[in-house]
Structures are given as structure tokens and as C-alpha cells.
């Protein structure tokens, strides 16, 4: 039973998919209605096998899997399967709710039901519709999107490829659904591709992850080559892993398991951007906001961390290896994490805490803490889905605003909101939900108990430095997380467009209050133990549970009073000083942090340009175009050209006309028209004549090779 | 000489003599007639090798279908296919030059073949042969399913693949029977 | 076992004795026994024949009205006689531009491809030709034949007619032979085997007819298309191609068609009563009642088969002489949009509901697919009806447009 | 159980050699096509005759490889011909020839 149901999970929307690019792309209604209802089924199959998992006892030891031959190769065949194990578990969990939250979601955001536009095409963000109501007003209002049943295809391939990947049980099927991501990810982004910016994002995403999914083919090639399977069984066999361990690699004497692992690793870094492959992320926030969530916040960038988590096994043999990835991890967190505060876009600011977040997982598997990532994956999912779409109802509400005041301001600038708290109630608090749950809130939300255990996990087993790396982007979060609320929410609003925003449909903030629920719930069942009065209050199952997964991971959940007053401090202080800050400021100018290394990332975009972009381009231009095709070959041409006129000058007047002329040339022509016409009978247009020609010839070839055998 | 020996040779004389008519023949109706007698000297000749399910198949398929579309085809461009030309020796010594060759050739393979000499070993006792070539098509554990024994032999994808080449065919045919105008028609 | 428990094996047996005390080889006495065999076979299907020749004249002379022959012998018994005679006394003509060897082939090839379907029909559960475990499939294949049969006559014959007659009745035998081996697969599915004698005897708990009717009548309809009877005999519709394939054909060959046809359609009322009622087997399990035993007998076996084939044959004479013909491209769209996509869905409910209910008990198993079949008929008649109004709708239209265009006119 | 496999082969030897020389020397297409069918039907008996004599194994209990191969073959059989027959047709609609050299479009 459970094996049939993992088999048909990923399918609903794969089916939808079809059925709305083939059938319903007319009708708005049935497209989103197949969509959402492929959701519902994936939901609903992803809860009984949640439930069921927590039922099975020893899954981590004995995870459920069912193979089937895909293949034939020689005489073995090449085995595609599906497997169940806590990981897995967990992950289709939050994987199932907030897909399902954004599908409905993405109904109210793309204005169904509102009349069509006015100037709108396709590939442009809809303008609004200018309709006269009853009393004869003239009013302008948000109009629907005119790709709406496009977007519910892709969104729905999306998911299909996002279930496959969890569900797979070997790196190949996984891979698929990685890269039906990837390819998800490029629609998405450039959904709207009549905006050049979105084109460039689209291309950009697709060729940074490339980047990373070539290691990982790499890596994947290699593992294949020496452990002769793909299956995650097969791979993580206790034998295989010793094989892998002890072969040592040309690559700075790194185990082949290590290097695999790191090599799987770039992929990670390319799917869920971690520096230095992390510049995609916030230009994805091009495309429409339920993609940023969806995509760029709680799954596809969480596929990434899933995979570290999948290879954990390899990395975990190999101690350089992890470390290496430990400070990637700790170094996006804190990168990512500066660059933030000097972001203006409200999304911008999202998508930078998104990359600082997964590199706090990334860290979190460095240091070794399995079940510590594998928990923050979880409750990071969800409050940051519900900060994305939070804020993408924030700006849903502006466009309403600034379609009735009619003033042109930019709806994703945190400086032109402010006051949105009594306009849009159910926004804010969702959204303060999502923000505590962020900086990590003690004790309510979701974000505190994950991320307050990675820092135990990093204090305990003696990682400092990633420690304190970690609790300064930890301070870091609260405060810019608090700065977006203030500047949105709370004072007075600074435009008319603030002014005259408007509470978003039923549609939007039932997600919103869903994802509100488990972004503070969600870390209540990963409680430690020894935690202060809470402890054993709840049994601390989720650790139990996925820590069963994996051999390596502690079983139990450190604690010390360190790290839990530090992070308490960092998170409050964070808190309270962005408060502070932002109180009153009202505009750019006034904003201190508004420095230019900050603003302008890093200069990491304009250093890859000069490095990357710059060089290839000014190598077409000058070198290969200026230099080498105009100056070199064209010289050489003309020289030539030059030459030549001259020497046929000569030739011509005292060789050409009398002797080749007169005699050679049209004595071949004549035998060449001769010969031609004599052969011309062998192309006779008749199908047998060249079959028995060809058996002919392979006649006479094959005894010509048996013979020449025969002699030497 | 055995009974089944001297079955056999009638069969395989009788088969190669219409095989040489269906060559040889010039009217196209008788061609294709002696094509059917062809077609039956090979379903005795799976009798012979107990493959009873494929005698059928071979009437069905290829008398009941096949044979019967070749004559209908024949029949429809009767004008020029009453009496087919025999073509230039220039066209069949080559003809007759390459078969001979290949039959050479063959022959040697055959001769080659170190199993060519041996007997076929005693039919399975228990071998419900139709429901085992059901099971090693359709199912995808292969006859596996059936005779509760594994050993990877599934052919569902060629299967699959044929059955979906064969709807192409269909396709096909159907597009390129309809003439223009009755295209545009409808 | 004695001669009146398994007959054929008695007198083989008996035989076989004789012929070894006469000292042939083994290999001739299979020989010699299976010629005998075949022999008996084709003299008892001939001689049902001439039995039929008989039936069918005095059936048609009621439904039309009239006595029919009753002048030689009692009730006309002995007409049968009395046709062969003439035929056999016609001129048997050839014509000149004829494709002799073909011509003649024609007629015999018609017989033998009816004639071996009564290799494996079984008379009874100890009667019986051959029990091939590919029956159904060899039923299929004599269709084969039969249909080169009608095409080699049309053909050889050189006549424009008999060609039109050919390829109307290949045409119609090809497109009808789709739904007939659907529904074929429908006793194939409930029996688990496609040997006749194992559909025959699937049925001793209850008739297929019963658990899948619909199935049992696309089958009759298509055999009555496949036999080329009224109202689908547009290979020999005298009132456009005047008798169709064997308008040339005279005396005895002319004979030969006309006995391979009435002998098949006999064959096929056996087809259907094998298929789907029952077969020799009598009716409900009544033999296994200690007072209904001697029905296990084989000769009231075969009598009964023999009682149900003549229902069936009664049935498909019914039809034949009470319907009109139809025309040609209706035969064809009938088939195609309407018998074979039925056949279809017929099919593969059968074989779904056969999956799932395998456990459950019978009655629930046979009335779950009794009700399929119920509703899918259901269903049917909805779609048609539907489409019928629609199609009055336009003529209606069509007909107010000329009206009007009349009236401006005027 | 006394036919040594090598007469079944080479009798599909020469059933194919006659296919192939039908095949070659054969004006009309259609016999062009009947020349193909009996090449295909060659290669069937090879199967079948493989099936019979390699393929059943006394160990295994129903070893069907031949069998599936000639079914298979079979499909193919039967769509080349109605592919086959359908081109002849349309040509032959068009250019009122079914001549297999008199449709040399492909001409210099």
C-alpha cells in the first residue's frame, strides 16, 4: 500500500501539468482548480505517509523502498525506486504544506476573477483594468494575469519535480527532479520575460546552478564509476563507505569519498546559493512573488540542503571535507547576512536572509549537526514561505494602493510603506509571526528552537569559530528582520499608495494563517531535553526520529547555558537596536547603513563581471574579432587576395589563355561532360540498383577482409 | 528417416517451391497466393517446433491480415499489376549474383554454428506455452510472474513500443490512403 | 469406459486394438484413425447440412408467409435431395476469361475454411475434434480463410460484379472481425482459457449470456456481419451487383458457396451457444442434481448443444429474413463508431470488475458485472437518443431554411 | 525429436536468399513488399527454431525469448505492410504506376 502510494506521490502534478498545457489553458478557473486539486492529492498522499512513517518503528534503520527495473544493461538492469526513511519524512511534510499554502496562494495573487487588463500582454506584469462600477465610476483595478493558467502549469511542474526528488531513492531519479527544478526555476523567474531584467535574472539562475549541477554530475559520474550503483542503499553500504574512505584521490589527498562529497557539495552550493555561487538568489526575485516563495525560499533552494543532508554519510568520512563546507556555510550566513541590512526591496532583504539561513544549515551539516540542519530545513520552510508570501502580500496590497492613488511608486521599496499595520491587520501579524520566527524569538517560535540548536550543536562539539560566525549573523538577522518590520508596518505611511493599501483576499491570508501556525509550532517537537522548565515537557521526537537516519548524527540534543544566553541576547538585542534605529527613519538619506559595500553586495556581482562576463567578452570582441579575424586572418586574406590578382595577371596573359585554355581545359571539359554522362546511368533513381549495389560492395568488402586476414 | 523427418522436408520443399513461385510468378494475384502458401508451410513448420500459439498467429496475422491486404492492394491498381514485365536479365543476374552470395554466405554462418548439429532438448511438461509468452509480455517481473521463478526476461517495453508503432503505422496509413481532396473535405 | 460414456475414445480404443492385431505400425494406425476421424467429421457436417438446407427453406417460407416445400416426402423432407440433384445436373460453367485454377480453388477453399471449424467444436464433453488451448484464435483464423475464400472468387471470376461483391465483403468481414474478437476476449477473461471445451465447461454454474449480455450481442451482431446474412449481405445484393462474388459460379461450385454459408451460419449458432450459453453443458448446474445426472451423458450432451446451435441459427434466420439491408458506408460507420468503441468499453469493465471481485462471492461477482453491463447499455441508449435529436434538430433547420428560401422566392 | 537445428536454419536461409532475390529483381513494388515478407518470415523461423532449441532449458520452466522476439516481429511485419502498402497506393493514385523504377523521382 505505502509502496504504491510513494510511487503515484509525484504524479498528480505532473498530470495537471499536462492537462493545463494541453487541455485547459483556455479556462482560468479549471486551470488553477487541477492544480491546486494535484496539490490536494500530493498533500493528502504526503500526510498518510507521514503519519504512517511515525508509526513504523526503526524507519531510519529499515526505510521503506521499492525498486523496479528500468533499464536492461548487459546483463544487469538499471534500477529507478522510491524509499521512505525520516528524512524523507520530514521533508515531504513541509514540502506538502507549504506547496499547497502557495498553490492557493498564487489564486489570489494572480487576481482571479478580476476583469482582463486594459494594455496587458503576455509577459508583462498585469497594469490594472479601468471598469465602471454601478454609480458609474470610473476606477481602476487590479487586473488578472494574463499568463494565469501558464503560471499554474509551471508551478505544477515544479512541484511534481520537487516530490520526485524526495521520494527518489538514488541519486539519478533525484537528479531528474533537480533539474525539472532547475528548468521550473528558469520559467519561473522569467515568467514575466517581457521584462529585460527578468530575462537576465532567468539566464543568470540557469547558469549559476548549472555550474553547480555540473560537479554534481561529476560527482554522481565518479560515484557511479566506483560503488556501480546510484541507490543511496547501495552507496551508503557500510563496505562501499570503507572503499570510499580509504581510496585516496590525486586531489589534494583528499579520501574519494570526500572529494565526491564536496563534489555533490558544489551542487548544494548552486541550488541553494551559497557563496560563492549565491548571486542568482536575489535576482530571482524577478519573477512573481509565489515563485520566490515556492522556489527561491521553502523548497527548490531547501533541495539543496536535502541533498547535503542525503550525502552526509560521504562527507561525514572525511573531516576536511566537512570543514570546507562548515565555512562556506558559516561565511554565506554572515556575508549574506551583512548584505541584507542595506537592502531597500522588500523582497531583496528576503531573499538575502533565504541564502544566510540555508548557509546556517550548510554549516550546521559541516559541523556534523545532521539532525540540527535537517530541523532548521524544516521550521525555515516555513516561516520563510510565510515571510515571502507575507510580503508578497504586502505588495500586493501597494499595487491596490497605488492603482487607486494613481501615483507611480515603486510597491517592493520598504521606504514608500510604512503604517501598512491597520491597513493590512492579517498581513502584520502573519508577517511579525514569520519575522520573530526568523531572528529567532525565544521560546514561541519555530526559528529559535532549530537555530538555537545549531549553535548548541556548534559550541558543543568545540566549531568557535563557526559558532561565533553564527551568532554574529544571528544579531545580524534580528536586526535587519526588525528594520523590514518597522520600515513596513509601523509608523506612519509615507505615500499615498501606503495610505490607501488595501487587506488581500481570503485566498492569500488563509495560507498566510496556515504557515503562521506551524512557523511557530513547528519547532515545538524539537525541544532539547535538558532545556530549562520546557524540557521533556514535549518529548523531543523530531531528534529521535531523523537522527535514527543517519549513524553519524548524536542521538541526543546538547545543551549548554552558552550558547542559549548568547543567541537569547543576539536575537533580542538584534530585535530591539533595529527597532531603535528605524524608528524614525523615513527615507534613504536618513538610513546610516545605506553604505555602498553593503548596497552594492559585496561587489560581488560587479567582481564576477569583471572576472567572468568582462573577460570573455572583451576576449570576442578585440582578441578573437578585432584582432584575430580582422587583423590576422583578413591581412593574410587581403596579402593573399594582393598576390594572387598579380600573379593571375600574369599567368592569365602568357599560360592561362593559350596553353590551359586552348588545350587542357576544354579537352577536360569535354571528357568530364563524357565521363559525366556515362555516369550519370549509375544514379538511376531505382531503390533495388543501390540495395544490390550496397550488398555488392558489402560483398566485396567482406571478402576483401577475410582475405587480407588470411595474409597477414 | 524418421516420420517427423519426412514431415519436415515436405513442409520445407513445399514452403522453398512457393517462395520460388512468389518470386517467380508473373502474375501479382498468383504471387500473392503462393505468398499465402509460403506463409502456411511456415506455420506447419512452427507445428513442427510445438509452438502452437504462433501457428495461429501466423494464419491470423499474416494470412487473415497481411496476405489478404497484399491482394487488396493488388486488386485496387489492377490495371498495371495484371501482368508484372519480367525485368532486364541486366537487373536480375546481379539480383541472383547477390542472393547466391548471401545464401553462401549464411550457409558457411550455419556451418560455422558450433550448436548447428544438435537435437532439441525434451519440451517442459508443465509448459502452458501460451500463458508463459503472455506473462514474458506483459508483465513486468516477466514470465517471472508466472513460473514464480526470477530471471529477468520482460519484454513490456518492445511490447509497448511495437503496440505504439503499430498505432503510428495506423496513423500513417490512414493520412497517406486519403487523398488531398478528401482531406481538405472534412 | 464404455461406448456410452466417451464414445470416440471407445471406438479408438477399439480400433487401435484391431489394427495392431492386424500388425501395422503405430505410426499408421494414429494415421489411419485421425483420417477416419476427419472423415466422420466432415459426413456429419455435411449431412447437417443437407438437414439445414431443409430448415432453412420451410423457416423462410413461415416468416414470409408461406408453406414452403412440402411436396416430396413428408413436409418436403426429401427437397434437400432434390436440389443437390439439380445442381449437381446443372451445367458447370467456367468462363472463359477466368483465372481457372483460382475459380476452382474458390468453392472448396469457401467449405473447408467452415468445414474446420468443426474440428474443434465439441459436441459434447467427450466428443470432440481437437481441443486446442487457442480455440477462440482458430475461430479467427478460419474467419480468415473464409474471407480469401469470397476475395479469390470475386477475383478469379474476371466480373465487374463479382469484384464489387469481393470487396464489400472483405471490407465488412475485416472492419466486423475488430468487435467480434473484442468481445471474443469477454468468455476468454471469464473463463481464463481460450479452449472452447473449457469456456463450455466454465459455464456449467451459469451462462455467460447471463454475466455479460451485451457482450453476447455485439458478438451475434458481428457473426451476423461476419456471415454476410441480411441485413449486412451487401457482397451479393441483387439489386445493385447481381448476386456479388459468385455470380459466374453455376451447378455445384454455386453449391458449394450456398452449403458453406448455411452450414456457417449453423456453426456460428454453435459459436454462440458454446460462448456464452453454455454449450453442451445443460442449464444451471441441473446435472449435478443426483435426478438430472443422466445430462452429463455425452449423446443428450451433444443433442442439447445441437438444440442450442439451432436456436442460435433460428435466431440469426430471424434476423436475416426481417430486416432490411443497409447501405454500405452505414455498415462500415456502424462498426467503427459504434460497435468496436462498445466493444471496447465492454472489454475492459469485464475485465476490471473481473479483477476486483475475484474473491468476492459469486453472486456479487455476477451481479456486479451483470449491472456494468446493464448500465453501459443504459448509457448508450442515452448517447444515441441525444445524438438522434440533435440530427432531427438540423434537418428541422435545414428544412425551415429552404422554406423561407422558397417563400422569398415565391 | 530428430531434426538437427541446422536444417531449420539453413532452410531460413534459403527462404530468405528467395526474398532477397525477390526483393532485388522484382519490377512492381508490391512483389517488392511480398520479397520482404518472405525475408521477415525467414528470420521468424530462425527465432522460433532458436526458441526450441536454445532457448528451452530443462532448468528453466518457461523460457519465452524466441517466442516474444517473433511476436514482436510480427507487430513490425504487419505495420510495414500497411505502411508499404499505403505509400504504393498514393503513388500510384498520383503517377498511375506502381512500377518500383518508374518512380525515380530521385533521378539526376
Given at each position: ?12 502534478p ?8 494541453l487541455?485547459?489553458?483556455?479556462s ?10 494535484a ?11 507521514f ?6 518503528e526503526h ?5 521503506l523502498?521499492?525498486?523496479i527495473?528500468?533499464l ?6 538499471l534500477q529507478i ?13 513541509f ?16 487576481n ?7 494594455h496587458?500582454?503576455?509577459g508583462?506584469?498585469?497594469?490594472g ?5 454601478a ?7 487590479p487586473?488578472?494575469e494574463p ?6 502549469a509551471?508551478?505544477s ?5 520537487m ?8 541519486l539519478?531519479?533525484l537528479?531528474?527532479?533537480?533539474e525539472?527544478m ?9 515568467f ?6 527578468a ?11 548549472r ?9 554522481m559520474a565518479?560515484l557511479y564509476t566506483?560503488?556501480g550503483s ?5 552507496i ?12 585516496v ?7 574519494a ?16 546559493a551559497q ?8 535576482d530571482?526575485m ?14 527548490m533552494?531547501s533541495?539543496?540542503v536535502?541533498l547535503?543532508l542525503r550525502m ?13 563546507v562548515?565555512?562556506?556555510g ?6 549574506a547576512?551583512?548584505?541584507?541590512l542595506a537592502q ?10 533565504t541564502?544566510?539561513q540555508?548557509?546556517?544549515?550548510v554549516a550546521?551539516?559541516g559541523i556534523g549537526?545532521?539532525?540540527a540542519a ?11 514561505a510565510l ?6 502580500s ?5 499595487e ?6 494613481g ?9 514608500q510603506?510604512?503604517?501598512l ?17 526568523l ?11 532549530s537555530?538555537?540548536?545549531?549553535l ?5 562539539h568545540?566549531h568557535?569559530?563557526?559558532f561565533?560566525?553564527l551568532?554574529a549573523a544571528a ?9 523590514q518590520i518597522?520600515?513596513?508596518?509601523l509608523?506612519?505611511p509615507?505615500t499615498q ?31 532539547p531535553?535538558?532545556f ?19 549513524s ?16 537569547l541576547?543576539?536575537a533580542?538585542?538584534?530585535?530591539w537596536?533595529g527597532?531603535?534605529v528605524?524608528r524614525?527613519?523615513?527615507?534613504p ?15 560581488c556581482?560587479t ?7 568582462r ?9 578573437v574579432?578585432r ?16 598576390l594572387?590578382l598579380?600573379l593571375?595577371h600574369?599567368l592569365?596573359n ?11 581545359g ?8 563524357a ?9 538511376s533513381g531505382?531503390v ?19 582475405g587480407l586476414?588470411?595474409?597477414? | ?8 522436408l ?5 514452403t522453398?517451391?512457393s517462395?520460388?513461385?512468389v518470386v517467380s ?14 506463409l ?8 513442427l517446433l ?7 498467429v ?13 491482394i ?6 489492377r ?23 548471401t ?8 556451418l560455422?554454428?558450433?550448436e ?18 503472455g ?14 521463478v526470477?530471471?529477468?526476461e520482460?519484454?513490456v517495453l ?12 495506423l496513423?500513417?496509413?490512414i493520412?497517406l ?8 473535405e472534412? | 469406459?464404455n ?14 486394438a ?6 501395422l ?9 485421425f ?12 449431412v ?9 427453406r420451410k ?18 423432407l426429401?427437397q ?5 440433384i439439380k ?9 472463359a476469361t ?7 480453388l ?8 467452415v ?12 466428443i ?12 479467427i ?9 469470397v ?12 469484384l464489387?461483391?469481393?470487396?464489400r465483403?472483405v ?7 475488430i468487435?467480434?474478437v473484442i468481445v471474443?476476449?469477454v468468455?476468454?477473461?471469464?473463463a481464463?482459457t481460450?479452449s ?15 454475466l ?5 450481442l ?7 456481419a461476419e456471415l ?6 451487401l457482397h ?14 453455376s ?14 451460419a ?10 456464452f450459453f ?6 444451471f ?6 435426478a438430472?445426472?443422466?445430462?452429463d ?8 448443444f ?13 434476423v436475416?429474413?426481417?430486416?432490411p ?6 455498415l462500415?460507420?456502424f462498426n ?15 475485465a ?8 468476492a462471492?459469486?453472486?456479487?461477482y455476477?451481479?456486479?458485472l ?8 443504459w448509457i448508450?441508449?442515452e448517447?444515441?437518443r441525444?445524438?438522434a ?9 435545414a428544412?425551415?431554411?429552404q422554406?423561407t428560401?422558397q417563400?422569398?422566392?415565391? | ?8 536454419l ?11 532475390y ?15 515478407e518472405?525475408m521477415?518470415?525467414?528470420?521468424n523461423v ?9 532457448d528451452?532449458?530443462?532448468n528453466?520452466?518457461a ?12 507487430a513490425?511485419?504487419a505495420a510495414e505492410?500497411?505502411v508499404?502498402?499505403?505509400l ?21
Open positions: 500500500m505505502m509502496d504504491w502510494l510513494l510511487w503515484i506521490l509525484p504524479l498528480p505532473l498530470l495537471a501539468f499536462m492537462l493545463i498545457l487541455v485547459t489553458h483556455r482560468h478557473a479549471w486551470s488553477h482548480g487541477l492544480a491546486t486539486g496539490a490536494a492529492l500530493s498533500w493528502l498522499g504526503s500526510m498518510v505517509l503519519i504512517r512513517a511515525l508509526m513504523i524507519l531510519g534503520q529499515h526505510p523502498e521499492s525498486n527495473n528500468w536492461p544493461s548487459g546483463t544487469s538492469w525506486g522510491v524509499s521512505l526513511d525520516p528524512l524523507s519524512a520530514v521533508t515531504l511534510f514540502v506538502a504544506w507549504t506547496v499547497l499554502a502557495i498553490f492557493i496562494y498564487s489564486i489570489g495573487y494572480h482571479f476573477g478580476q476583469p482582463r487588463g486594459d496587458d500582454q503576455p508583462l506584469p498585469p497594469h483594468a479601468t471598469v465602471t462600477d454609480d458609474g465610476h470610473r476606477c481602476i483595478v487586473s488578472v499568463m494565469y493558467a501558464r503560471f499554474f509551471f508551478i511542474l515544479f512541484a511534481f519535480g516530490y520526485l526528488l524526495v521520494v527518489s531513492n538514488n539519478l531519479t537528479f531528474i527532479g533537480w525539472i532547475g528548468l521550473c526555476s528558469y520559467l519561473l523567474i522569467g514575466w520575460y517581457g521584462k529585460p531584467s530575462r537576465d535574472a532567468a539566464i543568470k539562475a540557469f547558469i549559476t546552478t555550474v553547480g549541477d555540473m560537479f554534481l554530475l561529476l560527482g565518479w566506483v560503488s546510484l541507490s543511496f542503499r547501495v551508503f553500504s557500510a563496505e562501499n563507505l570503507r572503499a570510499l574512505a580509504t581510496t584521490t590525486p586531489v589534494f589527498g583528499l579520501s569519498a570526500g572529494l565526491i562529497g564536496l563534489l555533490c557539495f558544489l551542487g548544494t552550493a548552486g541550488k541553494s557563496w560563492p555561487l549565491h548571486v542568482w538568489l536575489p530571482a524577478e519573477g512573481p512573488t509565489p515563485v520566490s516563495a515556492m522556489i527561491h525560499a521553502a523548497t533552494v533541495a539543496g536535502y547535503a552526509f554519510p560521504l562527507l561525514s568520512l572525511d573531516s576536511r571535507a566537512l570543514t570546507v562548515a565555512f562556506v558559516a561565511f554565506t550566513a554572515l556575508f547576512a551583512t548584505i541584507a531597500n526591496d522588500i523582497k531583496r532583504v528576503l531573499a538575502y536572509s541564502i544566510s540555508l548557509g546556517y544549515m550546521a551539516v549537526a545532521y539532525v535537517a530541523f532548521h530545513l524544516v521550521t525555515h520552510a516555513f516561516f520563510k515571510l515571502f508570501l507575507g510580503a508578497g504586502v505588495i500586493h496590497g501597494m491596490h494602493g497605488a492603482l487607486h492613488s501615483e507611480h511608486v515603486d510597491v517592493q521599496d520598504m521606504f510603506m510604512g503604517g499595520r491597520q491597513r493590512m491587520p492579517v498581513t502584520f501579524w502573519t508577517f511579525l509571526i514569520g519575522g520573530l520566527a531572528s529567532g524569538f525565544p521560546l514561541i517560535t519555530a526559528g529559535f528552537w537555530k538555537d540548536e545549531i548548541a550543536e556548534a559550541y558543543a568545540g568557535y569559530a563557526v561565533l560566525t551568532a544579531f545580524l538577522t534580528a536586526f535587519y528582520t526588525m528594520r518597522t520600515l513596513t508596518f509608523g506612519q509615507r499608495a501606503a495610505a490607501h493599501a488595501h487587506e488581500t483576499p481570503r485566498t492569500m491570508t488563509v495560507p498566510l494563517l496556515t504557515l503562521a501556525f506551524f512557523a511557530i509550532t513547528a519547532g515545538w517537537v524539537g525541544i531535553e535538558h530549562p522548565l520546557l524540557g521533556g515537557l514535549l518529548p523531543n521526537w523530531f531528534h529521535e526520529f531523523v537522527a535514527s537516519t543517519s553519524e548524527a548524536s542521538a541526543k540534543a546538547p545543551f549548554h547555558w552558552t550558547p542559549l544566553l548568547i543567541s541576547g543576539v533580542l538585542g538584534g530585535l537596536l527597532w531603535l528605524y524614525k527613519v523615513g527615507a538619506a536618513q538610513d546610516k547603513l545605506q553604505i555602498p559595500v553593503l548596497k552594492n553586495r559585496w561587489y556581482d567582481l564576477y563581471s569583471i572576472l567572468f562576463v573577460p570573455s567578452t572583451w576576449l570576442a570582441e578585440h582578441f574579432s584582432f584575430l579575424d580582422q587583423g590576422i586572418l583578413d591581412g593574410i586574406l587581403h596579402g593573399v587576395a594582393r594572387s598579380v593571375g600574369a592569365r602568357y599560360v592561362d589563355a593559350p596553353i590551359i585554355n586552348g588545350l587542357i576544354d579537352g577536360t571539359g569535354a571528357t568530364v561532360k565521363s559525366g554522362s556515362a555516369l550519370r546511368r549509375m544514379q531505382r533495388q540498383s543501390y540495395m544490390t549495389a550496397s550488398l555488392g560492395m558489402l560483398f566485396i568488402v567482406a571478402v576483401l577482409y577475410l586476414r588470411r595474409l597477414f | 528417416m524418421t516420420a517427423e523427418q519426412g514431415l519436415f515436405c513442409a520445407a520443399a513445399f522453398l517451391a517462395a520460388v513461385m510468378a508473373r502474375r501479382l494475384i498468383h504471387a500473392a497466393l503462393w505468398l499465402i502458401a509460403v502456411s508451410g511456415v506455420a506447419i513448420l512452427y507445428a510445438q509452438a502452437s500459439f504462433l501457428v495461429v501466423q494464419v491470423v496475422i499474416y494470412i487473415g491480415a497481411i496476405a489478404v491486404l497484399f487488396f492492394a493488388i486488386m485496387l491498381t490495371r498495371q499489376t495484371d501482368h508484372d514485365a519480367p525485368s532486364r536479365w541486366t537487373r536480375r543476374a546481379p539480383a541472383f549474383l547477390i542472393s547466391l552470395l545464401l553462401g554466405a549464411l550457409s558457411g554462418i550455419v560455422a554454428f558450433p548447428a548439429g544438435r537435437l532439441p532438448p525434451p519440451m517442459p511438461p508443465d509448459l502452458d506455452a501460451v500463458n508463459a509468452l506473462a514474458a509480455l506483459l508483465s513486468p517481473t516477466g514470465a517471472a510472474a508466472y513460473a514464480g526470477l530471471f529477468h520482460s519484454y518492445p511490447f509497448e513500443v511495437a503496440s505504439v508503432l503499430l498505432l503510428a503505422a496513423v500513417g496509413a493520412y490512403a486519403t487523398t488531398e481532396r478528401r482531406r481538405r472534412s | 469406459m461406448f456410452w460414456n466417451d464414445p470416440l475414445h471407445f471406438l479408438a480404443e477399439q480400433l487401435t484391431m489394427l495392431s492385431r492386424w500388425g505400425p503405430t505410426a499408421w494406425i494414429t494415421f489411419i484413425e483420417f477416419l476421424g476427419a472423415m466422420a467429421l466432415i459426413v456429419f457436417a455435411m447437417l447440412d443437407i438437414g439445414l438446407v431443409w430448415v432453412e423457416v423462410v417460407a413461415r416468416f414470409q408467409d408461406r408453406l414452403g416445400p412440402n411436396r416430396l416426402g413428408p413436409f418436403g426429401f434437400p435431395v432434390a436440389d443437390i445442381m449437381v445436373i446443372k451445367e458447370d460453367i467456367t468462363p477466368a483465372d481457372k485454377f483460382l475459380y476452382n474458390a468453392p472448396v477453399l469457401a467449405a473447408v475454411a468445414i474446420a471449424l468443426w474440428a474443434i467444436l465439441p459436441l459434447a464433453s467427450t470432440y475434434g481437437a481441443d486446442l488451448n487457442v480455440g477462440l484464435l482458430y475461430v483464423a478460419a474467419g480468415a480463410l473464409g474471407t480469401l475464400a476475395l479469390i472468387a470475386g477475383w478469379a471470376s474476371r466480373n465487374k460484379f463479382a464489387l461483391g469481393a470487396f465483403m471490407a465488412s468481414l475485416i472492419s466486423y472481425e468487435p467480434m471474443l476476449l468468455p476468454t477473461l471469464l481464463g481460450m472452447l471445451r473449457g469456456i463450455a465447461e466454465a459455464q456449467r454454474s451459469i451462462w455467460f449470456a447471463l455479460s449480455p451485451l457482450a453476447c455485439i458478438f451475434l451482431i458481428s457473426a451476423i454476410g446474412r441480411a441485413p449486412f449481405d451479393e445484393a441483387e439489386s445493385e451487383i447481381v448476386a456479388g462474388y459468385h455470380i459466374e459460379y451447378g455445384m461450385k454455386f453449391g458449394w458457396f450456398y452449403a458453406a454459408e448455411l452450414l456457417h449453423f456453426t456460428f449458432g454453435g459459436l454462440l451457444a458454446i460462448l453454455g454449450g453442451y453443458t445443460g442449464f448446474g441441473l446435472e449435478k442434481l443426483p438430472f445426472i443422466w445430462l451423458n455425452p449423446f443428450v450432451q451433444a443433442a442439447v445441437l438444440a442450442k446451435a439451432m436456436v442460435g441459427y433460428w435466431v440469426i434466420m430471424w436475416k429474413y426481417s430486416l439491408r443497409v447501405r454500405i458506408d452505414h462500415l460507420a467503427w463508431k459504434f460497435l468496436t468503441p462498445l466493444a471496447l468499453v465492454v472489454l475492459v469493465s469485464t476490471i470488475l473481473h479483477r476486483a471481485l475475484m474473491e462471492p459469486r453472486w456479487q455476477g451481479m456486479a451483470w449491472l456494468a453491463n446493464l448500465v453501459i447499455a448508450t441508449i448517447i444515441l441525444a445524438q435529436r440533435r440530427q432531427r434538430r438540423h434537418q428541422r433547420a428544412s425551415q431554411r422554406q428560401a417563400e422569398q422566392t415565391v | 525429436m530428430s531434426i538437427p537445428l541446422s536444417w531449420y539453413f532452410l531460413a536461409a534459403a527462404l530468405f536468399c528467395t526474398g532477397l525477390g526483393a532485388l529483381s522484382r519490377r512492381n513494388a508490391i512483389a517488392i513488399l511480398l520479397g520482404v518472405l521477415l518470415n525467414a528470420v530462425n527465432l522460433i527454431a532458436f526458441w526450441r532449441y536454445l528451452l532449458r530443462p528453466d520452466p523460457p519465452m525469448n524466441g517466442q516474444a522476439f517473433a511476436v514482436i516481429v510480427f513490425v511485419a505492410v500497411a508499404g502498402l499505403a504504393i497506393l498514393s503513388v500510384y493514385r498520383r503517377r498511375k504506376t506502381v512500377a518500383a523504377d518508374e518512380v525515380n523521382l530521385l533521378k539526376w
